[in-house]
Nanobody, 123 residues
Framework: QVQLVESGGGLVQPGGSLRLSCVAS????????VAWFRQAPGKEREFVAS????????DYADSVKGRFTISRDNAKDTAYLQMNSLKPEDTAIYYC????????????????WGKGTLVTVSA
């Protein structure tokens, strides 16, 4: 059973940057797509970014395109989310997800979820 553990969240000022990490244990992410979702207080979970197993195949929500970058190190079974030019509306709990092949934007067929890491963007 694969377990995903996120880290790297915290408090950052508007315009700042954070890098989130998602490490898999108990198994490998080989041939799994990985993705980041987020859920703000009082709002539904939303897709942020995804990456297929092979490098370069990425997808981003319009709200983060050009500011966030998803990457992965398959040798380390780790995924990352580099977040730049952060805005208060980026405040949310960020979840890592893995799904065989690729992660759908709906998140409804995800095989594994992490427990999340809180990102707060505030002055």
């Amino acid at each position: 059973q694969v377990q995903l553990v996120e880290s790297g969240g915290g408090l950052v000022q508007p315009g700042g940057s954070l890098r989130l990490s998602c490490v898999a244990s108990g198994g490998t992410l080989n041939y799994y797509g990985v993705a980041w979702f987020r859920q703000a207080p009082g709002k539904e979970r939303e897709f942020v970014a995804s990456s297929r197993w092979s490098p370069g195949n990425t997808d981003y929500a319009d709200s983060v395109k050009g500011r966030f970058t998803i990457s992965r190190d398959n040798a380390k079974d780790t995924a990352y989310l580099q977040m730049n030019s952060l805005k208060p509306e980026d405040t949310a709990i960020y979840y890592c997800a893995a799904e065989w092949g690729s992660v759908k934007r709906s998140g409804n067929t995800v095989n594994y979820w992490g427990k999340g890491t809180l990102v707060t963007v505030s002055a």
